[in-house]
């Protein structure tokens, strides 16, 4: 990557923690707004770090559960793109499989709110799988503790269902 990619790289993953900011401060809309149009400038097919990351916070502004189960499934696909590209080039899987428990367990929450328990219980299973390496990887730094305690939840909610 010559500099220039890099400097064009970093300002967009910038812009992405910007409006990451604004949801996690209470600006949905504002927020929503932000990733609407960085979407609309790196498109389904730009990077696929970018994609991953902006869908995966997206889905959270988002008010309706099917448009937040779309921008979740956004999330996941660009994840698993990242294989052949970014982290190919990076060597950076670790950090890749850790996006995946959390990746999956939106996806079940979802399914819990559209009422679709089974695939729910799908998705759940697969975070639960996935959070293996966010116990033996060190990077259990509260962020595995966090989406572990989350499946726990969401599997007795799926129970009560």
Request: proline share 2%; with cysteine.
């Amino acid at each position: 990557m010559t500099e220039q990619q890099e400097a064009s790289t970093d300002a967009v993953m910038t812009r992405i923690g910007q409006a990451i900011m604004l949801l996690h401060g209470g600006d949905r809309e504002e927020a929503r707004n932000r990733f609407g149009a960085l979407w609309a400038e790196i498109g389904e097919d730009g990077d696929a770090l970018h994609r991953c990351t902006l869908a995966h916070y997206m889905a959270d502004t988002q008010d309706d559960p099917g448009d937040e189960l779309a921008w979740d499934l956004r999330a996941l696909t660009a994840a698993e793109g990242l294989f052949d590209g970014r982290v190919a080039e990076h060597g950076d899987s670790l950090a890749v499989r850790a996006f995946y428990p959390s990746l999956h367990l939106n996806l079940a929450a979802d399914y819990v709110k559209l009422q679709r328990p089974d695939a729910a219980r799908v998705h759940l299973d697969r975070a639960r799988k996935a959070s293996e390496v966010l116990a033996d990887d060190g990077v259990d730094d509260g962020y595995g503790g966090g989406v572990r305690a989350a499946i726990g939840r969401l599997e007795r909610r799926l129970r009560e269902l």
